[in-house]
């Protein structure tokens, strides 16, 4: 059984930092995608960054490019998401997810299809 467990969402004023992690259990992240989306509240879930783990390919929506990088660590199984310069408009629940997976419940990404989810992990930036 998959699971990806996320940490490192908390309350932040605007120009804050952050780093999210996902650790995956069941699912070696080697040579597949893995990505984080968030979800505002009344908003539809939308991808933020992706990245490869194998030759490190990583790609970002506009709105986080530049402030947010992905990372991983191999060893540990594990993403993270460093969130610099935060803003209020960056509030969000934040989810991992890997490429594979059931279709109910999966979306496309950047041509990537994410159908393993972490729980989530509630982002607050305040002004």
């Known amino acids: 059984q998959v699971q990806l467990v996320e940490s490192g969402g908390g309350s932040v004023q605007a120009g804050g930092s952050l780093r999210l992690s996902c650790t995956a259990f069941?699912?070696?992240?080697?040579?597949?995608?893995l990505a984080w989306f968030r979800q505002a509240p009344g908003k539809e879930r939308e991808g933020i960054a992706k990245?490869?783990?194998?030759?490190?390919?990583?790609y970002y929506d506009d709105s986080v490019k530049g402030r947010f990088t992905a990372s991983h660590d191999k060893a540990k199984n594990t993403v993270y998401l460093q969130m610099n310069n935060l803003e209020p408009g960056d509030t969000a629940v934040y989810y991992c997810?890997?490429?594979?997976?059931?279709?109910?419940?999966?979306?496309?990404?950047?041509?990537?299809?994410?159908?393993?989810w972490g729980q989530g992990t509630q982002v607050t930036v305040s002004s």
């Open positions: 997810a890997a490429d594979g997976g059931p279709s109910y419940g999966a979306r496309w990404f950047a041509g990537v299809r994410f159908g393993y």
């Open positions: 069941g699912y070696a992240i080697n040579n597949h995608w």
């Open positions: 990245i490869y783990i194998g030759r490190t390919s990583t």
